[in-house]
């Protein structure tokens, strides 16, 4: 290693260490030089699968008194659940998970602390971390995915005027109002939404037909023909149409060009008063349908991916996600036009 330059060291070990930190520790091991070379970049892909190794990494930090140059960093930790010394989850009651919530936001505060400067990628799962109304601002930050969030209480500024691309894995779980306007509100250059857990919201398709310019077609958004054999009838048609709101969401979103949404299989939720869940499932598919069909036509200036409906996005999908970003794919935003992503 005495025969290269440490600079070439550096290129080297860049593309190296972006798997998470097991590279850059192993690397550091090899001998004194090695650590003092990958020093600086060790820590420049971080994943964090757990509380344990959380709090472990943010007491390295305090130690070193650090400030770490971190571009990547996946931060998973379910607060409902504590494994046992073998690793395997055990249930806790509701005062213990409050404790453990409010440990590990002082946890993930220290950390981000430190991150929010040179952070490229943010990625977090299964932990309700009020990531958009905290205090970090994140200047670089350019690919994120959070799980959900509070979208009603949003500070004056955005804190990401980097970011093109938000992955929001747990859709069904955000109030859809507060989401469109909020999502204007912190992310005005996003380019490329992904929406995981779609489920029964039948203005969704009103907000994605004027983003992306799609022309109405003969039935409005909202509009379900549910066929013959309906208990219901005909027809269903709810009596909002967001079209204006949705306009002015559009004008302050005016680079959002690629959309996907991947639905929550049906089966698996529940029905509601009357099939009342039934109904707003078909109108919410129907207008998704339409709009992904006129995008895949050529029509308006954007592309939506209607993905096939599913189960809830899951740690093992955020870590194959997380993984294709580090290899340098294209992750949850893909749409069959990586080229253009």
């Known amino acids: 290693?005495?025969?290269?330059?440490?600079?070439?060291?550096?290129?080297?070990?860049?593309?190296?260490?972006?798997?998470?930190?097991?590279?850059?520790?192993?690397?550091?091991?090899?001998?004194?030089?090695?650590?003092?070379?990958?020093?600086?970049?060790?820590?420049?892909?971080?994943?964090?699968?757990?509380?344990?190794?959380?709090?472990?990494?943010?007491?390295?930090?305090?130690?070193?008194?650090?400030?770490?140059?971190?571009?990547?960093?996946?931060?998973?930790?379910?607060?409902?659940?504590?494994?046992?010394?073998?690793?395997?989850?055990?249930?806790?009651d509701y005062p213990e998970e409050q404790r453990r919530v409010a440990e590990l936001r002082q946890i993930i505060d220290k950390l981000l602390s430190v991150a929010a400067p040179h952070v490229r990628t943010l990625v977090i799962q299964e932990f309700r971390y009020h990531l958009l109304s905290s205090d970090f601002t994140f200047p670089v930050l350019h690919d994120l995915t959070i799980d959900e969030a509070d979208f009603d209480s949003l500070p004056d500024r955005s804190h990401f005027p980097s970011l093109r691309r938000l992955h929001v894995s747990s859709y069904s779980a955000v109030r859809e109002r507060d989401f469109w306007s909020a999502l204007a509100h912190f992310a005005p250059a996003l380019t490329h939404l992904s929406l995981s857990g779609v489920s029964q919201d039948t203005e969704i398709s009103s907000y994605l037909r004027v983003l992306l310019r799609i022309p109405a077609g003969k039935w409005p958004d909202n509009l379900v023909i549910l066929g013959a054999d309906s208990e219901y009838g005909a027809d269903i048609c709810p009596a909002d149409d967001g079209d204006s709101e949705a306009a002015a969401v559009a004008e302050r979103l005016p680079v959002l060009r690629h959309v996907v949404v991947q639905p929550l299989d049906y089966q698996n939720q529940y029905d509601g008063w009357c099939g009342t869940g039934r109904l707003k499932h078909a109108v919410m598919m129907k207008g998704l349908r339409s709009i992904a069909e006129a995008s895949a036509r050529g029509e308006g200036v954007g592309k939506l991916r209607l993905m096939p409906e599913g189960l809830e996005y899951a740690f093992g999908d955020a870590w194959e996600d997380w993984r294709d970003l580090m290899d340098g794919g294209v992750g949850p935003w893909a749409s069959g036009h990586e080229g253009n992503m």
């Not at 593309?15 to 001998?31: F, H, I, K």
């Not at 990958?38 to 007491?59: G, N």
């Open 1 to 92: 290693m005495n025969h290269f330059a440490i600079e070439t060291w550096l290129q080297v070990l860049k593309l190296a260490c972006t798997d998470g930190g097991y590279t850059g520790r192993s690397l550091s091991l090899v001998c004194r030089k090695m650590r003092d070379i990958v020093e600086p970049i060790r820590f420049q892909t971080v994943s964090l699968v757990d509380a344990k190794k959380l709090k472990a990494f943010v007491r390295i930090i305090d130690a070193r008194n650090m400030s770490a140059s971190i571009h990547h960093l996946l931060i998973f930790t379910n607060p409902r659940t504590e494994g046992d010394d073998k690793g395997r989850p055990i249930s806790v």
